[in-house]
């Protein structure tokens, strides 16, 4: 993608006053969200698009963050080559929102927030949110925003899940659903994936029962550990052996336990890279959320008779290489629409980068994304 | 599916004309290689018909996108595996049924999903093609558009051996209508003056 993108981009905060109950059965008293805007909101506030994201995303999806002079940084949203002008999500046409999901660590209300209680972090202590809450959430900052409707919700992977939530929760609220590279649930395998991740976090001594941040540490090796077991599943077999392959970083094997192969380098910097900035309680949180997803599980697991209330309109994406979330698994949501008669396009994207393709400038993805947008209606 | 010719065109609107009839306001369609969806893109405004399409062509994915279509990407048997039972009003595999290799499958599944199949394919004893094949060539013409080394047809059947099939797979033909290259029906002996034929099927 050549033409500019958003550019400089700023975050903001919403403080929310109303109590929140939430699925697990506790109330939040109150909490903050941050998120971006790019675009226009339009007069008739009809040209809304809400950008979820996904395990460890947050609210900068495009452009860049200034440094204190003013000057735009390295750090690029995360989602960067979808949004600007021109680009599928454009701004020139639509009002682009992109949210830090509560329980997260880059500004909203989460786990190393002070806990109204005690004054100190809430830790351990922070509810476990799930999917329906974020979008309960979402609707408040709507609410604030002053959007009675989005044009669209999107968002993949567990983004995608939010955005298909969306249609169930706030079916009057919501036009469009663009749900890429998720699932209407996970599998054993992908619940068997996180807890390993889980399990690396727990059991770090560093983690102290998720009330680190009182004993000045962090359990950096086992949110490593999350990440680089995590970054596996993302990537696709074919991609790791054309990208890294059996190939050395130094000429020969040394008989030890030292980082030799290249992949083992890219996984530790990877891991290093997140450990160093991530907050091991949301990364515990984001996984259950994922867990917990399930809408057809009060429909005696009819994911059809689950979807039947959905009102919007749906463009369900998946990629081919993609293990973690398969194209089986959205054709799964496919057919459940299609059996109800609901509207919905799918589009199985060819790539060769796995779960993380989602994320990727794949001509054909972008053009499916930018055809469809282009037809709704403001 | 290319309309590179005027006169397949021609004949496909005919064949789409046909199509059209059978199909009552409301009812759900699924059409099995839809291309860029021009015919359901019909059925819904014309007929006020409920419309689903499968077809494998990225281009023809982002075509059917572009005109609102409900496109399902994948292939044919992809696409029809995890539909339900009785789905669809009407199934239609339009000048198709001659590239799919498990032909008794895709025709059991189309009224396994749907009520009524509606299959169009080109006839390979129209006369023209006869006449070609006397002649020591393949065919070539409107509805057998390629040469035979680059051709997607798999399979080269005739009218009697349509009908054939369907007698022993137990299909009841409801509705059989045939057209000459120009898109004019076809009455008499169609089976040498038909250049494409357009069943309805059912069980």
């Known amino acids: 993608m050549t033409t500019p993108g958003v550019g400089i981009v700023a975050a903001q905060r919403a403080s929310f006053n109303q109590p929140l109950a939430l699925q697990g059965g506790s109330v939040l008293p109150a909490f903050d969200l941050v998120y971006e805007t790019y675009g226009t909101l339009n007069a008739a506030r009809s040209n809304a698009i809400l950008v979820c994201h996904a395990l460890s995303g947050n609210h900068h999806v495009a452009g860049r963050t200034a440094d204190e002079f003013g000057k735009p940084t390295a750090n690029i949203g995360w989602w960067d080559n979808i949004v600007g002008p021109g680009r599928p999500l454009d701004t020139d046409r639509f009002f682009i929102v992109g949210v830090n999901n509560l329980g997260g660590c880059h500004g909203s209300t989460g786990p190393a927030s002070p806990n109204p209680a005690t004054g100190k972090p809430w830790g351990a202590d922070f509810p476990v949110v799930t999917v329906e809450d974020w979008v309960a959430s979402q609707a408040r900052l709507a609410d604030h925003l002053g959007i009675d409707a989005w044009a669209a919700v999107m968002g993949g992977s567990l983004g995608g899940m939010q955005a298909l939530q969306w249609t169930l929760s706030f079916p009057e609220r919501i036009r469009h659903a663009l749900v890429i590279a998720a699932a209407p649930k996970l599998s054993a395998e992908n619940i068997a994936f996180n807890d390993v991740a889980r399990q690396a976090i727990l059991t770090d001594p560093d983690f102290h029962g998720g009330h680190f941040y009182e004993h000045g540490v962090r359990p950096v090796s086992g949110l490593r550990l999350a990440r680089m077991l995590g970054h596996i599943t993302y990537l696709s077999d074919d991609q790791m052996a054309e990208k890294f392959g059996r190939r050395l970083r130094v000429g020969a094997g040394s008989y030890g336990f030292d980082v030799e192969f290249e992949i083992e380098s890219y996984l530790r910097y990877q891991g290093d890279k997140f450990a160093g900035v991530f907050d091991a309680n949301t990364y515990l949180r984001m996984t259950k959320a994922l867990d917990y997803f399930d809408p057809a599980q009060d429909y005696e697991d009819n994911l059809a008779r689950a979807l039947a209330r959905a009102r919007a309109k749906f463009l369900i994406i998946a990629f081919s290489t993609d293990w973690r979330f398969s194209p089986d698994r959205s054709r799964e949501i496919v057919h459940a629409l299609v059996h109800n008669g609901q509207a919905v396009a799918y589009a199985e994207i060819n790539s060769a980068h796995g779960h993380d393709s989602f994320l990727m400038d794949e001509p054909h993805y972008h053009a499916v994304v930018d055809t469809y947008l282009k037809r709704v209606k403001l | ?203």
């Open chain 2, 1 to 203: 599916m290319s309309a590179t010719a005027g006169g397949q065109a021609v004949q496909m609107r005919a064949d789409f004309d046909l199509i059209a009839s059978w199909v009552q306001p409301g009812e759900r369609v699924l059409d099995l290689g839809c291309g860029d969806g021009s015919l359901l893109k019909r059925l819904i405004e014309e007929r006020g018909a409920k419309g689903y399409g499968v077809e494998l062509g990225d281009a023809e994915v982002l075509a059917a996108i572009g005109k609102g279509i409900n496109v399902i990407q994948g292939n044919l048997e992809q696409g029809l595996a995890g539909i339900d039972d009785q789905t669809f009003n009407h199934v239609v595999l339009s000048r198709t049924l001659q590239t799919v290799r498990h032909t008794e499958r895709i025709l059991s599944e189309m009224l396994r999903v749907g009520r009524e199949a509606v299959v169009s394919f080109p006839n390979f004893a129209y006369w023209q093609n006869r006449l070609a094949v006397m002649g020591g060539r393949m065919p070539v013409s409107e509805d057998l558009p390629y040469e035979w080394f680059d051709t997607p047809n798999l399979r080269f059947f005739t009218l009697l051996d349509f009908e054939a099939l369907c007698a022993k797979m137990n299909l009841v033909i409801r509705e059989r209508q045939v057209l000459d290259e120009a898109g004019r029906l076809v009455t008499e002996e169609p089976n040498f003056l038909g250049s494409l034929a357009v069943y309805r099927l059912g069980r």
